[in-house]
């Protein structure tokens, strides 16, 4: 029960805390883009905050040491809301492969434009694929480092994987390295789901796959490494009793 209140109760300071995070991001319109980079971190820390006190979650982040400087493609697991935020400060110059349909959103929406995200329309098939890869281009010649969830949406910890080739043809176009990373998060932040359990969500930050390999290799390497990693901080948290 007390976890129960416990959830709820962070749920609602999450919403609260975002909304006043973009109220405090609106001047940003009329800053460089990396304003906004700035107020989004700032806000991802704060949700860090908000759930190690209320919600009894905080994390470890192991391998920091292996983040390569300038461009790069990131390649997370994907089991929860909070690797969308949590991530942000691990990177100078981090931006998200988002679906176009977040832009639309109102205040949200215009300062993603802002931060210069990559959008996706995900109905355009091909089309979607190739203004992806020329938009990322253009944001990685500019040293970021770009953030894509291989599986494209949230997959349970422990799910049968379902990776999607976007990231490869990305990988094998753009010519810079690749940084996998695992985590666990999917056992403390459900998807689809209210509840909150406590616990400390892993994360482990993998060897940069060097730029070149043949795309095949590269995706299965990428498969390979990612589930390999992310099964053993599942197996970890279980065996430490979460």
């Given at each position: 029960m007390l976890m129960v209140v416990r959830s709820i109760v962070f749920n609602a300071l999450f919403y609260l805390n975002t909304a006043l995070w973009l109220v405090i991001a609106l001047p940003t319109f009329f800053l460089p883009y990396r304003a906004i980079l700035g107020v989004a971190k700032a806000w991802g820390r704060c949700n860090l905050v908000l759930l190690r006190i209320v919600a009894g979650i905080d994390c470890e982040i192991r391998g920091r040491e292996k983040i390569?400087?300038?461009?790069?493609?990131?390649?997370?697991?994907?089991?929860?809301?909070?690797?969308?935020?949590?991530?942000?400060?691990?990177?100078?110059?981090?931006?998200?492969?988002?679906?176009?349909?977040?832009?639309?959103?109102?205040?949200?929406?215009?300062?993603?434009?802002?931060g210069r995200m990559v959008p996706v329309d995900r109905g355009a098939g091909s089309h979607a694929l190739t203004a992806m890869t020329e938009r990322a281009?253009?944001?990685?010649?500019?040293?970021?480092?770009?953030?894509?969830?291989?599986?494209?949406?949230?997959?349970?910890?422990?799910?049968?994987?379902?990776?999607?080739?976007?990231?490869?043809?990305?990988?094998?176009?753009?010519?810079?390295?690749?940084?996998?990373?695992?985590?666990?998060s999917g056992l403390f932040w459900p998807r689809r789901s209210i509840r909150r359990l406590p616990g400390t969500v892993l994360v482990q930050v993998l060897d940069p796959i060097p730029p070149g390999l043949d795309k095949d290799v590269f995706f299965k390497?990428?498969?390979?490494?990612?589930e390999t990693a992310t099964a053993r901080l599942i197996a970890e948290a279980k065996a430490a009793g979460r």
């Open positions: 390569p400087p300038g461009a790069l493609i990131v390649a997370p697991k994907h089991q929860s809301a909070w690797e969308t935020f949590a991530l942000l400060s691990l990177f100078d110059n981090p931006l998200f492969i988002v679906k176009r349909e977040l832009e639309w959103i109102p205040i949200f929406g215009w300062l993603m434009i802002k281009r253009l944001e990685l010649a500019d040293g970021r480092q770009l953030i894509i969830f291989p599986e494209g949406t949230r997959r349970p910890a422990g799910a049968e994987p379902r990776y999607k080739y976007g990231v490869a043809h990305l990988y094998a176009a753009e010519g810079v390295p690749c940084l996998p990373i695992a985590l666990n390497r990428l498969q390979d490494v990612l």
